[in-house]
């Protein structure tokens, strides 16, 4: 589904010439194909899953975060900026992202349904968010919370 709209994306962005986003949508197909292509290697299936897609686009805004800061402490901010345009157009294949407040009820849930009790439980949970919220929330702030929730901190 999500291969399918990122395809449509690249398709739309050259017939209107857009070529920043026609770049970063081949960017993303080629990552793709990659994964695709370490996946069959590993006996997987001959695609990655959306799950898989959603992990890798925000593995790819976050370089780009860090490009911005780097470019910024180089005085580089022309190549900021276009790393902010692609961080813009990435974001547009990734789901609404959950507030400070859905993010911490939604592990409050997660920790209550699992039973989870302790520092031990942290890997089930974790688990879990990422099966049930990926894309939607922002996993190494909520790791911290999850730590401190079962008593890790």
């Known amino acids: 589904m999500l291969r399918v709209q ?22 993303i197909l080629a990552a793709m194909k990659d994964r695709d292509i370490a996946a069959r290697g590993k006996g997987g299936d001959d695609e ?23 470019y910024k402490q180089g005085g580089r901010l022309d190549l900021a900026k276009e790393e902010a345009e692609e961080i813009e157009i990435i974001e547009r294949f990734l789901p609404k992202r959950l ?26 949970t974790m688990a879990a968010l990422k099966q049930s919220y990926a894309g939607r929330m922002d996993f190494s702030k909520v790791s911290t919370i999850v730590k401190q929730r079962l008593g890790g901190v």
């Open 6 to 27: 990122i395809s449509e994306a690249l398709k739309s962005s050259m017939k209107a010439k857009e070529k920043r986003a026609t770049s970063t949508l081949r960017l």
């Open 48 to 70: 990655i899953s959306d799950d898989e897609i959603l992990g890798m686009l925000q593995k790819m805004i976050k370089q780009r975060h860090e490009s911005i800061e780097f």
């Open 99 to 124: 507030d400070e407040k859905e993010t911490t009820d939604a592990i409050s849930a997660v920790i209550d349904e699992l039973g989870a009790a302790n520092i031990k439980d942290m890997g089930r």
